[in-house]
């Protein structure tokens, strides 16, 4: 069987050890085919995207309630900003969210 994994997924495999690292293995193997309904972050990873590819000002990354009135993205907001705030540079290939 091939599968592909993202590289949360990666991560969360590597930094466990012994029953929880079999365990999350297993998760991944059965979790569901990915549904853009179910995807929590889906328009907070869109819109700093277009925001980068579009070279508005990074302020208008903060204007989280122009995508969303969920406040539990707020936090993710506000480390995307320290980020940023020290230097924290990304490029994006076309096409990719």
Known sequence: MNQTISLTQFVDIVTKAGTPKA?????????QEYSPA????????????????????KKTILNIESITSDGKKIPSMQSYRLLMSHGGQFTFSKGTV
Not at 24 to 31: F, P, Y
Request: glycine share 0%.
């Open 23 to 31: 365990s999350k293995v297993r998760e991944i193997l059965t979790a």
């Open 38 to 57: 179910f995807d929590f972050y889906k328009a907070l990873r869109e819109h700093i995207i277009s925001v980068h590819q579009t070279n508005k000002p």
